[in-house]
């Protein structure tokens, strides 16, 4: 039996994208700012996974947020 892919994150992903307009900055600026990679960085804004929590804190520094309130948005969606 093949596995089914995940179902997008498409809530958080739209959380993550208001939270890059707002500093005004391209994937690759973020990407360049984390140093993190670029690719993993494009599935979590299209909602193809999700951050670990490390990473979590790691994104919320550079986009100038919360902890916390970027958790809050991953997990409404679980419970919505």
Do not use: C, H
Not at 17 to 41: A, Q
Not at 51 to 59: A, E, G, R
Request: aromatic share 8%; no cysteine; glycine share 2%.
């Amino acid at each position: 039996m093949r596995k089914q892919p995940p179902e997008p994150n498409t809530e958080f992903s739209k959380y993550l994208n208001k939270k890059l307009n707002e500093r005004k900055i391209s994937l690759n600026d973020l990407s360049k700012i984390t140093k993190l990679s670029r690719p993993r960085i494009s599935r979590w804004f299209s909602g193809q996974s999700v951050p670990s929590v490390k990473n979590i804190f790691i994104l919320a520094q550079a986009l100038w947020t919360g902890p916390m309130e970027m958790l809050q948005e991953l997990v409404r969606q679980e419970w919505e």
